[in-house]
């Protein structure tokens, strides 16, 4: 029998074209999975989805013939896992490929906001650069990076590749993982102790029950003053309010942001009102080469699966016998 595979999103590049000889698919074009006909869901074999589409009980319960999940992107916080690997079903993700784009948006963000790139863009266009503002000793100034303290908080992949940025900046390296990892050239301290001395924090952890608002008001309160905050991992691990409250006190410095606890940010949101934060829409990943990679690992997970192989890149992989082993959210 033909499998029949939902891809929720059109990709790049004609890269399902080899999916495409395996099985019957569909692409969805703008409407949701959950939007699809109960007869559509209960004949999906597989899914190829991205980072926008909740793949929650709920959904899982229509789908009473699905054989894998395949997801374009590392972060698989969107997906019921535990689901999914109750029913034995594989869940593949991208890890690796994204890592060098992520932590160049990372330092993107954070020198963006220590030196108030965004600020000073919006100055000029606002008209207000004129000649009695044109330059004077103590205009636009901003946060030193080079020689500065960064805290890095998950020293997976990513977090790793912004050490090494770090380290071409002169900059003094400290770094807090839950799994305690050691990382050369990274200084191992408690989260507290992290918080209490980095002069730039950021965040590189996968969104899961345990790192869920991980810096609350009470965290974000003891970190340095002055300090900046980068997130390019989820919203969910930071809590924005006591963000927005720490900004607007004067506590911090800055933030750059990539990620938000509700995708788009609502327009309302007090971190769009201050003026230290930099915001980016989620594009932590986005550059065309690493796209295309993180495409071209989603098919080859979905290949495999159809082909009845475990995943290449599975977060699950306890639903083979013969387990194989994790490549980590990374
Ligand atoms: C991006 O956020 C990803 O998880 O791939």
Known sequence: MVKRVIVTHALPGGRLDALAQQCDIKILKGESLAAQSREELAACHGLVCLLTDPIDRALLDTMPNLQFVSSVSVGVDHIDVETLTERNIPVGHTPGVLVDATADTAFALLLAAARRVAEGDRYIREGNWRSETRWSPDFFLGKDVSGATLGIIGLGAIGQAVARRAAGFGMSVLGWTPSGRKV??????????LLRRSDFVSVHLALAKETR????AARIAAMKPGAVLVNTARGGIVDESALAAALDSGHLH???????????????????RHPGVVVVPHIGSATTRTRAKMVDLAV???????????????????????????????
């Open 213 to 216: 608002f991980l810096l609350d």
């Open 184 to 193: 050369a050239g990274v200084d191992s301290v408690s989260l507290e102790e």
């Open 254 to 272: 800055a933030a750059g942001l990539d990620v938000f606890e509700r995708e788009p940010i609502a327009m309302d949101s007090p971190l769009l």
């Open 300 to 330: 080859g997970n979905a290949t495999a699966a159809l082909q009845g192989q475990p995943m290449p890149h599975c977060v699950n992989p306890g639903v083979y016998p013969a387990a194989s082993s994790s490549q980590g959210l990374s």
